[in-house]
């Protein structure tokens, strides 16, 4: 007999057990009876189980094979080659992008003459640089390079640091363009960074410009560059976390690591702080 029953035939109503009170809400599709799954639900049931374990087991598997294995690496390896049609079709599209009013590459400013017989615009967005030198002559696009800021860095190296890409014809390269360009960065006061991958000629290019600039090896990582010295063993410089940085204007590596933007060698760092444990 319920409580209301009780209630109405004057009998004290008896107190329900804690253990046997029900712990779901009277909204809940639990708190009612449920009728017994049809055949059919059952018969999915079974034939989806399966599935779902196996999908289970999997995820699990490849868990555990993520902390146990090591981590897939991409080497420094100078193998870049860009096809030439390719290069040639984005330099004539950004060539009438560059005579289009209107467009912001047609707003670019005009840098002093770094070359004879070529012009140099200059355009900044989001605070990476952009330089597309024009052959007036031929009326064409000759190339491009980009100052990109790098994502692997903090805020405060931020400010100072650029990784400069480029793209250039077959008929404008190895006639010192993209060392004119990359020097106009450096004269700004820009360190440049290199990229994880290079092609031949970007590496003749950082090896050429290093006859006349500082150029040192750096690891970043935990978004910090660590000095890693002016030479370093081949597998150390084929690790996909090992750059080349040169120093621009006003830079030295003592002002560097004053301002807090490089910093000592990982290694070197992690046996300080144990020693100081």
């Not at 491009?144 to 640091?161: A, M």
């Not at 621009?248 to 290694?267: C, F, K, N």
């Amino acid at each position: 007999m319920n409580t209301l029953a009780l209630h109405r035939r004057g009998l004290p109503a008896r107190p329900t057990l804690r253990s046997h009170r029900s712990s779901f809400s009277p909204r809940s599709a639990l708190a009612f009876p449920q009728p017994p799954p049809s055949g059919a639900a059952r018969a999915v049931g079974r034939a989806a189980w399966p599935a779902a374990f196996h999908s289970a087991l999997g995820t699990a598997v490849a868990a555990v094979l993520r902390r146990v294995l090591p981590p897939p690496r991409m080497e420094l390896r100078i193998d870049v080659n860009r096809p030439d049609a390719g290069i040639e079709a984005e330099l004539d599209t950004l060539y009438g992008r560059l005579h289009s009013p209107g467009d912001p590459i047609h707003r670019c400013t005009r840098l002093p003459a770094l070359l004879p017989g070529l012009v140099f615009h200059h355009r900044e967005a989001d605070g990476e640089h952009y330089v597309y030198v024009e052959d007036p002559a031929r009326a064409r696009l000759a190339g491009y390079t980009v100052f990109n800021r790098l994502i692997e860095v903090d805020r405060r190296t931020d400010r100072h640091v650029r990784s400069p890409h480029s793209k250039y014809a077959p008929a404008y390269q190895g006639r010192g363009i993209a060392s004119a360009v990359y020097g106009w960065g450096l004269d700004r006061g820009f360190c440049l960074v290199s990229g994880a991958r290079q092609s031949e000629g970007a590496h003749a290019l950082w090896r050429a410009l290093a006859r006349r600039r500082p150029l040192r090896w750096v690891a970043l990582r935990a978004r910090r560059m660590h000095d890693l010295g002016v030479s370093i063993p081949p597998a150390r410089a084929a690790e996909l976390d090992t750059r080349m940085i040169l120093l621009g204007a006003g830079w030295s590596v003592a002002r560097l690591h004053a301002q807090g933007l490089l910093h000592p060698p990982a290694d070197a760092a992690n046996d300080a702080i144990r020693k100081r444990a």
